[in-house]
């Protein structure tokens, strides 16, 4: 196995029902890099995280995570194994403080993994740090996905799987996002993003896949995609 190699999937078929979504969908991510996955709204792009976490009854494929076989693996073996996953609706608890959230997410060290505290969450999202002790039902929508993002980095994951963080908050959140993914970049994340948002993708990722009726129709580094105009037209047009 390539040292570098984090996820491989290939084959990977899901469905809803006898609604056939995914049809053998195909990518990897490496270490230490952003991948966009993309497509318009029903394209399959949140099939594909909930079919990697485990989360949807039928679906079929070869799915491997620091060359471990996720076929048979339940959510909660999945995020134990550290892959982490950023619902797009957030999902926080929202009787519970910042704090109280942070807790709930939180696993044991992982090896050649960042380490996540607080405080460390606290300098990445100074937002957060300005009330701990506020409860989730109390924060705005651009908080609340910034709390989500955090819980799920008390995981010390090795792969943050990230649905449509740019989807429904103010500009001013969606720059903050774009920063934090960055950032998280910087600290040596791999990160595997849903997204639609081409601008965002483009300020964030390596290498894009773009999904289409579920089908994986483009694969290239961002930069390709940016400069190829039919792609764009044809897959990412509204």
Do not use: C
Not at 36 to 41: E, I
Not at 70 to 82: D, E, W
Not at 135 to 161: A, D, F, K
């Amino acid at each position: 196995m390539n040292a570098d190699m984090l996820l491989e999937v290939s084959g990977l078929n899901a469905f809803y029902g006898r609604a056939h979504i995914l049809f053998d969908v195909g990518l990897e991510v490496r270490r230490g890099e952003v991948v966009a996955l993309m497509g318009r709204n029903g394209a399959g792009k949140s099939t594909t995280m909930k079919a990697l976490m485990g989360l949807l009854d039928r679906a079929h494929g070869s799915i491997r995570f620091r060359g471990r076989d996720l076929a048979r693996a339940k959510p909660y073996q999945i995020s134990r194994m550290g892959m982490g996953f950023v619902p797009e609706d957030r999902r926080i608890f929202t009787d519970l403080t910042v704090m109280e959230n942070l807790e709930i997410g939180k696993q044991p060290p992982r090896p050649d993994a960042v380490e996540w505290t607080p405080q460390k969450l606290f300098s990445l999202f100074p937002n957060l740090g300005e009330m701990p002790h506020r409860p989730g039902g109390q924060m705005s929508g651009g908080e609340q996905q910034m709390l989500t993002v955090s819980r799920t980095l008390m995981g010390n994951p090795y792969l943050v799987l990230l649905d449509e963080p740019s989807e429904g908050v103010a500009p001013v959140i969606v720059e903050q996002m774009a920063n934090m993914i960055l950032a998280l970049k910087r600290e040596g994340m791999s990160i595997l993003l849903s997204e639609q948002n081409l601008h965002f993708a483009e300020l964030v990722s390596d290498r894009a896949y773009v999904l289409e009726n579920g089908h994986i129709r483009y694969h290239g580094t961002m930069a390709e995609l940016a400069a190829n105009d039919a792609v764009r037209r044809d897959y990412l047009a509204v």
